[in-house]
């Protein structure tokens, strides 16, 4: 019984769509809602975190599909890698709650950290999943060019140094880590999507 | 590697099916329960609002997927706005708990607003959705006839007027706004659903 | 372009699998856990409600699973219907956590009179659903012989008529109701399951 | 109408994916927010906990899927048995909250046998799954060998006594029991799975 590639993309997108879709319930407001207007003008850190960590969970997912697409067979290894990448995507809604709630608030700066740290790890995540694979070929298709590959080396290298800048800048500014995340997301990723490659 | 659309929709079935089981965490009830009788008949506003959200999302959910059908193709704009289009659905369960909440409350005309505008925006972003691929006939099928896409043009129009309205009457009577959304979801919407044409 | 039934299949899917998988939100407990093993032996009507629903929902699941094969179309009403019974499985989550926290407790009459009411309209829902499909061979398949469809007729009448039941003793005996509704799910469910006829 | 195990498959994998992303709503903290960092770094039991259960979780949702893949058809017994199962799995993410809140806090004994009696359910729901398949091949595939059958027999014959043992040393060292039950997922559970045999 060779292994396939679907039982691993099944589960893989169960968890990247529920995740995404668990991002809502960051949002929450207090009672009494007096000034319930004034209140959801003043949640725009939820806003920013929620458009941040949605847009980028929806590429991330894309991407995973792709270079799945390239593997021809899978092994236990790599089913354990690719569990520790999904167990990174499905932490994301935790930290995003909290930049939600404390972005202009005395725990800025743990959350931002708490945040980007996140990111980091997801990006080694896959950048240790995906080089696992692409290694000698262990687990590539045949029928894979060598440029297929290399494109998609292209479109991860940057994650960590990325991130890892996201990460430092959030100790010296909270609100300006998560604004370079949310630019990482609407900017770089959307060119860096392997989609159409 | 030519982009098909079946990754798209995967993620976007994923994320219709999850908000609308979401919207179920609306509900609550503050113990304690003494009472409960009287509490679960003065939920009416919960009552509404879910039916309203859940079937809403059910019948968008099966345009987007017809929509989709038409389609022979997708690139990386489409992906994008596709993500936005999802982001807006999945925000829906927030502003249902704030009406199902705050409706003949305290908060009511801040709580029918969010809700209004969030309709507005999913409506706009599945106009921008559709003109993309539509344009020039940038993303369809070859073999799609002219008069399948005008189908799509005439059901999508009056999305944005139709909400713009609901956001403008939650400004004098939100009990009349929600009422208005779930009419149109009740009445306009099955009978503008791309379902079987 | 035949409206075939896979798109109403995939939306239902999603639903009961995270309806069912929701239903673990109904059990909290209160901080300080202090005597955290004697709160837990006192969880039993959570626990008691948690297995009644979710093995009810798997069970429903089933049979929608199999009607929907037997039907060779379906168009908008069916597909309104469709949305209106997941309305109700998806609303299951709240009644049960109602059971959860109020049975032995001052609002147990109310929270069994909700679970039931649920129930009932599950049942009444699933009955139109049926009905709809069914009259006249309206959506059936040619090649699905009458047997198959009386044995789906035999299969769901019982359905009202029980919950029914559960609902008129749930003013007497909200325990009892509960009880009722596990032992359906335990005993009559499994043998009316058209999973292998 | 032979009843195949796709439908069976569909609904497992659905309640896998989404109590595995369910987990990370364990974490919470509680305003005010001072001292963030200190509060984050003091989570670790929830850490441990979630990437001991998601990780289980996802190696469990493996396993489940080959050992599927060998039966040829199912029955209502199946059906109940397998709903049966999913139920221990989608109840994960409440005892899985009690570790994260309580380990190393007074409620920590109950929450760890809390959380082990749910593994040794799991283990046990999974072993009577299985035997009611496998005896006599009951459900069995005609192509499948015997050898395939005996790799899934020594696959499962440890998880009751792991699990059990766990249990065991919760009631004398609740951390103990939660790192056993780490070193289960990370060590034990990735050699045993059956993915590529």
Redesign the interface.
Known sequence: ?E?GTG?LE??S?????????????E?S?R???????H??LHLWPAYLA??TS??TI??I??NH??TV?LLGR????M??IN??L??TV?????PTR?VA??LR???E???A??YAATFVLMAVMHEVWWQYARRNRRLVAEAIPES?LRAVDHAYLPGIPMYGTVFVVAFFSPLAAVLMTFAIAAFYL??A?L???
Chains 1, 2, 3, 4 share one sequence.
Do not use: C
């Open positions: 019984m292994p039982r099944a589960f997108d169960g968890v990247f769509a529920i995740a995404a879709t668990l991002l809502v319930l949002f407001i009672q009494p809602h007096q000034d319930l207007d209140k959801l929620y458009v949605f847009v929806g590429i997912w894309m599909h792709h697409s899978t092994d236990r290894t089913l354990f569990n520790l999904l167990l499905a932490f994301l809604p935790f909290l709630e404390d608030a005395p725990g700066e743990a959350a950290l708490a297929a959307p060119s999507a989609f159409n490659r």
